[in-house]
């Protein structure tokens, strides 16, 4: 992991297209804004996160309810 230092109107650059501005910053919160091609697709970490939860989460209960399924059908014939 890299950490860099930057003030209000400081930024950084990842490779040639993406700029990450520090817009505000006081003592319990920082805001940036970042600059990127439209292709390219920016989550916070924790949005990111709660949807894979989900998508693991929807899997496993319709993997269960699928298993519940073939059991019961398997006693009716």
Same mark, same amino acid.
């Given at each position: 992991? @890299? #950490?860099?230092? $930057? $003030?209000?109107?400081?930024?950084? @650059? ?8 520090? #817009?505000?910053?006081?003592? %319990? ?13 920016? @989550? $916070? =970490? ?6 894979? %939860? ?7 209960? %319709?993997?269960?309810? @699928? =298993? $519940?399924? #073939? ?7």
């Amino acid at each position: 992991m @890299l #950490v860099i230092g $930057r $003030r209000v109107g400081e930024s950084i @650059l990842i490779g040639q297209e993406i700029e990450i501005l520090v #817009v505000d910053a006081s003592p %319990s919160r920082v805001t940036l804004g970042i600059c990127a091609p439209r292709q390219w697709t920016i @989550l $916070r =970490k924790e949005v990111q996160q709660a949807a894979e %939860s989900n998508r693991h989460a929807s899997h496993s209960s %319709s993997d269960q309810a @699928l =298993k $519940r399924l #073939v059991r019961n059908l398997r006693r009716e014939t």
